[in-house]
């Protein structure tokens, strides 16, 4: 009787009973599946769950690793000390000695050989003098210096403008002598040198081109002495050499420019003639003298002959 009326009375029973609760964590592959929906639990509800809880056991050696020791047996930070800044009452260190820069030679003009035709130039790297300075002494060795004038373009160019054109057939040479100083009292380390040269005598040839006795205007680009440069010109053809001599002068000619000459006899009709300046032609304006011949080739003309007489009639 009694296991029938609890058999009746069991769902009540089991309605009316206060609902167990039990947690289970565990590390999942993957996460866990839900079965149904998720409710949000109040906070009176989250309270009632966690005061049903049993408190977590708390192992010794929790206990032991937690434990804090008394505040007197803390050990004590040493003490630091920082180090002041120096006084300003004293007077200042002293600063390091800086050596002043070497004066150089940065660049210069011109260098090389061939018709040079500007002015002389150097630039230093510091300042040489004041602005507006005449150049009194210059601090630089030209030779030979031809008339012209040394001035300075700025406080650290130096520049010589000869008068006219730089005389040619020359080998200048230029000095810079160690010891110079600067404004700034910089001195120059070892001394520069360096030359160029102007281009030596270049000649030009004319030649009459109708006349088997030619008349011959050579020209030169700078002053020269006739007689010796007479000697450097000669004239050959097939039957060899041919001497020249001084034409009559005619209206053109410059003779401080040219020599103007004619064969000493007839060339030749239709053969070629070769009129040289041989090297080693001297100049009035230098001591350098030409290194290589400068030649004209030339062809007489051919004598005059009866070919073919064509007849043609009108109708």
């Known amino acids: 009787m009694f296991l029938l009326v609890l058999l009746l009375l069991w769902p009540w029973l089991a309605a009316c009973a206060e609902p167990a609760y039990e947690f289970r964590l565990s590390t999942v592959a993957s996460p866990v599946q839900r079965d149904g929906p998720v409710v949000r639990l109040s906070a009176a509800q989250q309270k009632k769950l966690w005061g049903k809880m049993a408190p977590p056991a ?4 929790d206990r032991q690793a937690r434990a804090v020791a008394p505040a007197d047996q803390l050990p004590k930070a040493a003490a630091t000390t920082l180090p002041g800044f120096p006084s300003l009452a004293g007077p200042p ?3 390091p000695e800086r050596l002043p820069e070497p004066l150089k030679v940065l660049r210069y003009s011109p260098q090389s050989s061939g018709n040079n035709s500007g002015a002389l130039q150097i630039t230093f790297s510091q300042p040489m003098v004041e602005l507006g300075k005449a ?3 210059p601090p630089v060795e030209l030779v030979p210096t031809p008339p012209g004038q040394w001035r300075w373009l700025d406080a650290r160019t130096l520049s010589f403008e000869p008068k006219g054109r730089w005389p040619r057939s020359t080998d ?21 040198q360096w030359h160029f040269t102007t281009s030596p005598v270049r000649a030009y040839f004319q030649v009459e081109s109708e006349s088997w006795q030619p008349r011959i205007s050579v020209t030169f680009d700078q002053r020269f002495d006739p007689v010796a440069m007479l000697k450097h010109l000669t004239l050959e053809g097939p039957d060899g050499a041919v001497g020249l001599r001084p034409a009559p002068h005619e209206k053109g000619d410059d003779p401080e420019r040219g020599l103007y000459l004619v064969p000493a006899s007839k060339l030749l009709k239709g053969s070629n003639y070769r009129l040289t300046l041989a090297a080693g032609a ?3 304006e230098g001591p350098l003298s030409t290194s ?12 005059l002959e009866f070919v073919k007489l064509t007849e043609e009639f009108s109708p």
């Open 135 to 137: 150049v009194v002494k």
């Open 172 to 192: 200048y040479q230029v000095t810079i002598q160690a010891g110079l100083r600067s404004a700034r009292g910089s001195e120059l380390g070892q001394s520069t």
């Open 93 to 95: 260190p002293p600063r």
């Open 282 to 284: 001297p100049s009035l």
């Open 58 to 61: 708390v192992q010794a050696q």
């Open 292 to 303: 290589e011949a400068q030649c004209k080739e030339f062809t007489t003309p051919s004598p």
